[in-house]
Every structure is written in C-alpha cells, then in structure tokens.
C-alpha cells in the first residue's frame, strides 16, 4: 500500500469485519437451526479472521506512522464512531469461535470487552465535552460506540460472567432510546443524510436484534419485552427493504457495508424466534434472511475488491 493511501485508510474498513463475523454467526446459527452442513460456517470464520488480522496490521502501521490523521479520525464527528467496530469485531469473532474454540473465544471476549468498555467511555466524553458537534453530524452510526455493549451478553452469559453480561446490556439498552429518538428527530426535521450515509439506515435493526438475541440468553425465556425487540427490529428491517431502490442508486462507498451486520442480526434472532417457539414462519423468514444477508455480502466482497483494485478508497476525501 502507497504512504498516501496508507495516510487516508479508514478505521471504517473494521465495518468489513462485522458484517463478515455477523454472516459466519447466522450460518453457524443455521446449522444448528436448520440442519445445514457447519463446512461453511468453518470455512468463514477463517476467512473472517484473516481479514481482521490483515486489516488491524494495517491500521496499526498507520498508527505508528501517520498519529495525525488517527487524531483527526477520534476528533471527528462520524468517523469516531467507527473506532468501535474494532472491538466489536473482537466481541463477534469470541461469538463465532465459542463452538469451536471456547477457550481462545474467552481470551477474545474479554479483551474485547475490556477494550469497548475503554472506548465507549472515550467517546461519551467526546460527547459530552465536544465544542463542534451539531445536529446534522448525528446519523445512526453513533449507534456503534454505546449500543455495541448489547453485544456482550450473547457470548458473556455462555461463559459465565452473567453480572457483567448485564451491566454492559443496560448499558447498551438505555443508550439505544436515548440516540434512536436523536436520530429520528435528526431525519424527521433537519436537512437529509448524505448519500454516504444513507446505508447507515440499516444500523437502526441491529440494536433491537442484537438485544432481543442478548435478552434471552440472559433470561432463557421469551417473554413481551423479547418480543417487542425482535419485532421492532423485524418492522425496520421491512420498512427498509421496502425503500430498496433509494439505496440501489447509491454510489458505493465502505458506508455500504453497513447493511451487512444489521441484516446478519435480524437473520439471527429470526432463527432464535423459531427455536424458542417453533412456529414455522420463522423457519422460512430465517432461510428467506440467511439467502439475503449471503448474497449482500458476496456483492459487497465484489465491490470492495473492485474499489480497491480502481484505487477508489483510501484516498483523500474531495
């Protein structure tokens, strides 16, 4: 890599990494769920680890190298919020080895832990203390810093550190309505996203998905509240998927790997609704997400490997 397109490599490119983690997740979930082969699952979460190695060899380099341009990133109003997609990615892969590695997965979630805790409090003080934030920087990004600690029951609890599986999930539940009711009020009566950022849409599912997947494997159970998460989070899916040719224009940015994660979750928490009720339109809706959040990711692996080929990423923002 050229020391320009070195200098312009975005903490964003870790989005890559959970939406590549999510699909491992949901196909693991789907063979234990649906009876699929576990081949594939295996095979991903190579692959998946591959990429986080090579991506965080990168970003280090640039750590050592261009400081300046790291401390624009955690000064800036939207990228900042893409520093915890490392950690996250840490959280998701901990999940994904837990079958497998159990042992390496604990090593993971615990630094992964500890490393989003540190984050989340870094960026709520930049919140708090910001002299040039306004209300157009807002976008559902800033989801990713506090709402990530949702994350950290879905492994936490299988390894046993409940008390910690909850502090972080009311963490992360409590800040989700506080940004979700910024965010819509940001949509509803300000000026319209960027189109850069108009794929960002798609975090709005990830929360409740995620929490309804966190919420029951605190509780064990399904209950009204893990419903009312599932199918919030199922309603925006729809409400999305239904203004598709708004994002089918969008020119491609690394911002697209935002619908990635989200519909990973969705198609996660679908294939936990039909385990814990066993109503078979969850089964079909859970084979219907697993087709799409598959080939979501293929397209996006094909266009991130053709922007990078053409030289269309890490480069200086015009």
């Known amino acids: 890599m050229s020391t320009s397109r070195l200098e312009n490599f975005p903490v964003s490119f870790f989005s890559m ?3 590549m983690a999510g699909l491992t997740i949901a196909w693991e979930k789907a063979h234990r769920t ?3 082969g576990s081949q594939l699952a295996h095979s991903l979460i190579l692959v998946t680890c591959s990429i986080f190695v090579v991506l965080l060899l990168i970003y ?3 750590v050592l190298r261009y400081r300046q341009a790291v401390s624009e990133e955690l000064h800036h109003p939207v990228k900042l919020n893409f520093f915890p997609s490392v950690s996250i990615s840490l959280l998701l892969i901990s999940i994904a080895l837990l079958p497998i590695a159990p042992g390496i997965a604990e090593v993971l979630w615990i630094t992964g832990v500890g490393l989003h805790f540190v984050i989340t409090l870094y960026v709520m003080r930049v919140w708090i203390h910001h002299e040039h934030f306004e209300i157009h920087h807002i976008n559902p990004a800033w989801f990713i810093p506090v709402v990530g600690n949702v994350l950290v029951p879905i492994a936490g609890t299988h390894l046993g550190y409940y008390e910690i599986s909850w502090f972080f999930f009311s963490i992360g539940m409590v800040f989700w309505v506080v940004l979700f009711t910024i965010i819509f009020y940001r949509v509803l009566f300000h000026q319209p996203m960027p189109a850069k950022l108009l794929p960002t849409l798609f975090i709005l599912i990830a929360p409740p998905a995620v929490g309804f997947l966190s919420y029951t494997a605190l509780t064990v159970e399904l209950d009204a509240f893990g419903r009312v998460l599932y199918f919030a989070a199922l309603f925006l899916t729809i409400l999305l998927i239904t203004q598709i040719g708004y994002f089918t224009k ?6 697209w790997w935002a619908y990635s994660f989200p519909l990973a979750a969705i198609t996660i928490a679908t294939l ?4 814990l009720t066993g109503k078979v339109g969850f089964y ?3 084979w219907g997400f697993l087709a799409l959040i598959s080939t979501v990711v293929l397209f996006l692996l094909f266009k991130t490997a053709r922007a990078i080929s053409g030289q269309n990423i890490c480069v200086p923002e015009g």
């Open 34 to 36: 649906l009876g699929l």
């Open 17 to 19: 990494i959970m939406g």
């Open 60 to 62: 280090s380099t640039k």
């Open 250 to 255: 969008l020119k491609f940015f690394l911002s």
């Open 272 to 275: 936990r609704m039909f385990e």
């Open 284 to 286: 079909y809706m859970g």
